[in-house]
């Protein structure tokens, strides 16, 4: 909703959304103070009385910068606006009652009571903490949801080095930290919103949780590895196992969700990501066709989520004892799936975003019981990480009050190869031959390829869907019966004996094309080729052309007697 006032000064917007997202956050909190000065309770008030009310307490409470004469004033005259003029001194009355008093508040004495008003969370979900943890601790984590931090971004390694991204965004008035053992990571503040970063816009890094991060590094993905991600939608950590496989190997990217596997393909065309293979189905639909295949698995696996209560207030509205039990069967069913998947040997990373043992100590003991093939290898736990609960010492807790992050559960887990025969290199490969792939490029992509662009020909796997051209490094298994609505990197298209690339190949390949054209940053011919629109007046050498921003590659065109035919995809397209 907010998105619809970015044509608002910075000021204006940024005042906005900080009313906005707090009065929702304290919510709780701001309910029970109302109830203390108001004869009409909250539940019984006028909705847009409410919603009025409730903002301005915000205001009264937490925000100092804001004088407390004004925040009644114009409430009263936002009452009046919207047609409640005859409840002008009601809405007056009861502002200037909290302004006199709301020091005085006395809060309930029942602790369960207390931190479930002063932090607006739900009591039944202290009182289910409380069975694991001690109040102060419960204390100290909903504190730290209610504290701002900062954001954090991982770069994409391909496309730009850390020391180039962080001049770019200083250079764009954003403060830059740099994360303390995360090299990829950054932490941002001070800047307007995202969107209206040029760096966002050009895909030089994901905004991604600390957390998140970390359990990818977890993963410990090497290159030419066999990589799955089995609840892989938006992306974030796909493009990260993507980025430590180089180009090599296979990286399948699963998710069940067919509106969010669409999220997942942009993120990973925007990534570059060449060895790629997208799947839309339950985890256990894969394992006729990847049994025993993979070296790595991981498990982002959905749970309850208390670990995003600061990030995500309706992550707390949709928690529910039905919701736990829910995500519990459906852990179980994954990690079912995953045994089926991974090789003798190989290692599967689980992971949750939730404190509740029930979803992550728990349940991997009792995956273990199940298969005592598997053992837990110990983690590696930088500061802020701690060992698992209840004895589980060689798994990690990240816990979101001592890390700029959100809470997570990780545990890595290895498949003994002792009493199983691992499949040979020669067993997988035979099960492609159902494909009509080649070893060697086309005639049209290779007489492209080499008018067009410097450096050898990749050297993979090339197949045809229709006129789309498609290209792998490593071949997959044989995917009948699966919905891929990816399969590897989409080269572009094969019509009439010639070949036209696809954005994909741009961002993929774009260093490697003879021509190229440069824009600064801040240039308003870049805004327009942003927004699709067809430039002139382009002093450069006819053809296909890879559009840069300095050195970083984030499309194509053809150009022709000056004018540039603008060839960014109409989906990837800002209004700027």
């Known amino acids: 909703v907010l998105t619809k006032y ?69 409430s009263v005259k936002l009452a009046v606006k919207k047609g409640f003029s005859g409840l002008r001194g009601y809405v007056n009355g009861v502002l200037r009652s909290v302004v006199k008093g709301i020091d005085e508040v006395e809060y309930p004495s029942d602790p369960i009571k207390r931190l479930s008003v002063r932090y607006s969370c739900p009591e039944w979900i202290i009182r289910l903490w409380k069975e694991t943890y001690d109040l102060s601790l419960i204390e100290t984590m909903l504190k730290d949801f209610q504290t701002e931090k900062p954001t954090t971004i991982r770069r994409c390694r391909s496309r730009i080095t850390m020391e180039q991204l962080k001049k770019r965004l200083e250079e764009e008035h954003v403060l830059v930290e740099n994360h303390p053992y995360l090299k990829d990571a950054l932490l941002i503040s001070k800047y307007d919103y995202l969107e209206s970063l040029e760096t966002f816009r050009e895909g030089l890094f994901v905004v ?10 977890l993963a410990h993905v090497q290159a030419g590895a066999q990589v799955i991600d089995l609840c892989a939608a938006p992306g974030g950590k796909s493009t990260k196992l993507a980025a430590k496989l180089k180009g090599t190997g296979l990286l399948v990217a699963n998710d069940v969700s067919e509106e969010r596997v669409k999220a997942l393909i942009y993120n990973l065309e925007l990534a570059g990501v060449r060895n790629a293979v997208v799947t839309n189905e339950p985890p256990d639909r894969l394992w006729p066709n990847f049994s025993e295949y993979f070296d790595k698995i991981l498990i982002d696996a959905p749970c309850s989520g208390e670990g995003m209560f600061r990030k995500d207030a309706e992550a707390v509205k949709s928690w529910g004892k039905f919701k736990t039990e829910l995500c519990m069967k459906l852990q179980q069913e994954i990690l079912e799936a995953a045994h089926r ?236």
């Open 208 to 217: 991604q949780d600390i957390s998140s991060m970390l359990v990818g590094e």
């Open 341 to 576: 998947l991974i090789k003798p040997g190989g290692r599967l990373l689980y992971s949750t975003c939730t404190f509740d043992p029930r979803e992550d100590e728990e349940m991997i003991r009792s995956f273990m019981s199940r298969h005592p093939e598997y053992f837990l290898v110990p983690l590696v736990k930088p500061g802020g990480v701690e060992d698992g609960l209840n004895g589980m010492r060689e798994a990690a807790r990240l816990w979101p009050h001592k890390l700029n992050g959100e809470g997570h559960f990780a545990a890595l887990l290895e498949k003994q190869s002792s009493e199983y025969e691992v499949r040979s290199e020669d067993s997988r490969v035979s099960k492609t031959q159902s494909y009509q792939i080649c070893r060697e490029a086309p005639a049209e992509f290779a007489a492209f390829w080499k008018k067009n662009l410097y450096g050898e020909i990749p050297e993979g796997f090339y197949y045809t869907a229709g006129s789309a051209l498609y290209y792998l490094p490593c071949l997959p298994p044989v995917l009948d019966g699966i919905k891929a609505p990816k399969i590897g990197l989409r080269l572009g298209d094969l019509n009439y004996g010639k070949f036209k690339p696809y954005q994909q190949f741009a961002t993929s390949y774009g260093e490697f094309f003879r021509r190229k054209i440069s824009f600064p940053w801040q240039d308003e011919a870049l805004k327009r080729y942003l927004r699709g629109e067809t430039l002139t007046g382009i002093e450069a050498e006819d053809g296909w052309s890879a559009i840069c921003v300095g050195r970083h590659v984030i499309g194509m065109g053809i150009l022709s007697g000056g004018t540039l035919k603008n060839l960014y995809p109409k989906g990837w397209r800002r209004m700027l």
């Open 6 to 74: 970015q044509y608002l000064e910075k000021r204006e917007r940024a005042f906005i959304t900080r009313v906005t997202e707090g009065t929702l956050e304290h919510m709780t909190e701001i309910d029970y103070i109302l109830d203390c000065f108001s004869k009409v309770k909250v539940k019984k008030m006028k909705p847009l009385i409410r919603a009025i009310l409730r903002s301005a307490v915000y205001q009264i409470k937490y925000m100092d910068s804001i004088p407390d004469h004004a925040v009644c004033s114009e």
